[in-house]
C-alpha cells in the first residue's frame, strides 16, 4: 500500500498549489480520502475529505472557499487545490485513505507561503 503526496513547495501569499495523492496497492473507490496538515508546534487537522460514495465533500472553515478536493478513482488519484494561500497554511501536508477502521497515510509534502 502507497499513498505518494505531490505538488508542495514555496508560493507567495494570494498564490495557488495544487497537490496530487497517488494511491496504490489498495482498492482506491472503497475509500473516503482526505488531506490533513501539520504545522510545526500544532496539532495534525482535518483539512478536507471526499467521501467514497455520493461525491461529498467537507472543509475544515479555515479552508472553505479557498481549496478543493477532488478525486479520479480511474487514476487512483485525488488532488488538492489551493487558491489564495495565506502564511496560515503553511505546513506539512497529508494524504490519508480510511474505511472503516483501515487507515493508511503517505509521507507528507511541504507547503510554506511566504513571501
Known amino acids: 500500500v502507497q499513498l505518494v503526496e505531490s505538488g508542495g513547495g514555496l508560493v507567495q501569499p494570494g498564490g495557488s498549489l495544487r497537490l496530487s495523492c497517488a494511491a496504490s496497492?489498495?482498492?482506491?473507490?472503497?475509500?473516503?480520502m482526505r488531506w490533513y496538515r501539520q504545522a510545526p508546534g500544532k496539532a495534525r487537522e482535518l483539512v478536507a475529505a471526499?467521501?467514497?460514495?455520493?461525491?461529498?465533500?467537507n472543509y475544515a472553515d479555515a479552508v472553505k472557499g479557498r481549496f478543493t478536493i477532488s478525486r479520479d478513482n480511474a487514476k487512483n488519484t485525488d488532488w488538492l487545490q489551493m487558491n489564495s494561500l495565506k502564511p496560515e497554511d503553511t505546513a506539512m501536508y497529508y494524504c490519508?485513505?480510511?474505511?472503516?477502521?483501515?487507515?493508511?497515510w503517505g509521507q507528507g509534502t511541504q507547503v510554506t507561503v511566504s513571501s
Open positions: 496497492g489498495f482498492t482506491f473507490s472503497s475509500y473516503a
Open positions: 471526499f467521501g467514497s460514495v455520493g461525491g461529498i465533500t
Open positions: 490519508n485513505a480510511i474505511r472503516s477502521r483501515i487507515i493508511y
